[in-house]
């Protein structure tokens, strides 16, 4: 059974950084022949979607996050990760990241809790 497991949220002041990390065990497939995103749910509203990045390497971000964050893999680790950079108050919500294409499409792993507040 594929686990997909967040970590490196946490509480960072506005115009911080943090490095989200998404582990995927328990599958054959190896990362790279995986579509994978990650999305967001801010308290009271839906999920959104923030960036994916397809099996061949090719990105796609949400307006909202372009040029601030950045989607990559780790293959050797099955490891994909975001990094964020000067973040704000409405970038506040659980984030999770999620198989978008493939075998295993639609697994999503539990979310980390990202905090921006001064």
């Known amino acids: 059974q594929v686990q997909l497991v967040e970590s490196g949220g946490g509480l960072v002041q506005p115009g911080g950084s943090l490095r989200l990390s998404c582990t995927i065990s328990g599958s054959v497939e190896i990362i790279n022949a995986m579509g994978l995103g990650w999305y967001r749910q801010a308290p009271g509203k839906q999920l959104e979607f923030v960036v994916g990045i397809t099996r061949d390497g090719n990105t796609n971000y949400a307006n909202s996050v372009k040029g601030r964050f950045t989607i990559s893999r780790d293959n050797a680790k099955n490891t994909v990760y975001l990094q964020m950079n000067s973040l704000k108050a409405e970038d506040t919500a659980v984030y999770y990241c999620?198989?978008?294409?493939?075998?295993?499409?639609?697994?999503w792993g539990q979310g980390t809790q990202v905090t921006v507040s001064s």
């Open positions: 999620k198989i978008t294409s493939g075998v295993l499409a639609g697994a």
